[in-house]
């Protein structure tokens, strides 16, 4: 029994970080999340559920999240998850995954574990546990 409420215990991180997904994209875009596509001027991830200008999205998200800005925007902010930008982004933040974009950062990028990767970041720039590249 003591095994067993250990294993369970163990599991609690992961079940309460799934729970806690949070993404916010601002800035009229383009934006693929697990590999479905969406549309609209501001888009939220809370929990499970997608809410893209007010309006929940069908269907429900699962494992890790993953988004791909196709464009421009404004900002992109994530609790965990790779962060990928084809154009520009104002500031971007995830506490766990990579964030790479193929134009500038004109404003702050931080990530706690991962890299951070733009043809140059003219804002501020911090990984705890990662590498910052610039121009490549």
Same mark, same amino acid.
Do not use: C, F, H
């Given at each position: 029994?003591?095994?067993?409420?250990?294993?369970?215990?163990?599991?609690?991180?992961? &079940?309460?970080?799934?729970?806690?997904?949070?993404?916010? +994209?601002? @800035?009229? #875009?383009? +934006?693929?999340?697990? !590999?479905? &596509?969406?549309?609209?001027?501001?888009?939220?991830?809370?929990?499970?559920?997608?809410? $893209?200008?007010?309006?929940?999205?069908? @269907?429900?998200? #699962?494992?890790?999240?993953?988004?791909?800005?196709? @464009?421009?925007?404004?900002?992109?902010?994530?609790?965990?998850?790779?962060?990928?930008? *084809?154009? &520009?982004?104002?500031?971007?933040? *995830?506490? #766990?995954?990579?964030?790479?974009?193929?134009?500038?950062?004109? @404003? %702050?990028? %931080? *990530?706690?574990? !991962?890299?951070?990767?733009?043809? #140059?970041?003219?804002?501020?720039?911090?990984? $705890?546990? !990662?590498?910052? *590249?610039?121009?490549?």
């Amino acid at each position: 029994m003591k095994r067993l409420l250990i294993g369970l215990m163990a599991l609690l991180p992961l &079940t309460a970080m799934a729970a806690s997904n949070s993404v916010v +994209v601002s @800035g009229n #875009s383009n +934006v693929v999340i697990n !590999g479905k &596509t969406y549309s609209g001027s501001n888009i939220t991830v809370n929990g499970n559920n997608v809410i $893209v200008d007010g309006k929940r999205q069908e @269907g429900n998200l #699962s494992g890790p999240i993953s988004v791909i800005v196709n @464009g421009n925007v404004d900002a992109v902010t994530t609790s965990a998850g790779n962060v990928q930008v *084809t154009g &520009t982004v104002g500031r971007v933040k *995830t506490m #766990s995954g990579d964030v790479r974009s193929k134009g500038d950062i004109l @404003g %702050s990028a %931080s *990530t706690m574990s !991962g890299d951070i990767e733009a043809k #140059s970041i003219r804002g501020n720039a911090e990984s $705890v546990s !990662g590498d910052i *590249t610039q121009g490549e």
